[in-house]
Nanobody, 127 residues
Framework: QVQVVESGGGLVQAGGSLTLSCTASGLTFDDYTMAWFRQAPGKEREGVSC????????YFADSVKGRFTISEDKAKNTLYLQMSSLKPEDTAMYYCAAVFQRAFISWKLLSTVVNYWGQGTQVTVSS
């Protein structure tokens, strides 16, 4: 039984930092692309960052490049998203996702082949 659980969300002022965690039990990270998506009210879900299967290369949405860092601790089966220089437009529900043996090609494609989603953690950035 695979479980994906996010934590670490909260309220932060613009310019601040926050680190999200995603603990995934019942799977082996090396077999998956592990990703972060987010969805703001009234908007479509969008890809934020991922560590791709087969090579563990990292990818970032243009909107977060240079501000967000993604990492993983395989011993703890935990994925992290370190967010800095946060902006009000980063406000969203952040979701962790696991994709079995599919390398990253595009965010649109990746979102359609997710095997497991977490329940999400809310990030609110005040101006």
């Amino acid at each position: 039984q695979v479980q994906v659980v996010e934590s670490g969300g909260g309220l932060v002022q613009a310019g601040g930092s926050l680190t999200l965690s995603c603990t995934a039990s019942g799977l082996t990270f090396d077999d998956y692309t592990m990703a972060w998506f987010r969805q703001a009210p009234g908007k479509e879900r969008e890809g934020v960052s991922c560590i791709s299967w087969a090579g563990r290369r990292t990818y970032f949405a243009d909107s977060v490049k240079g501000r967000f860092t993604i990492s993983e601790d395989k011993a703890k089966n935990t994925l992290y998203l370190q967010m800095s220089s946060l902006k009000p437009e980063d406000t969203a529900m952040y979701y962790c996702a696991a994709v079995f043996q599919r390398a990253f090609i595009s965010w649109k494609l990746l979102s359609t082949v997710v095997n497991y989603w977490g329940q999400g953690t809310q990030v609110t950035v005040s101006s």
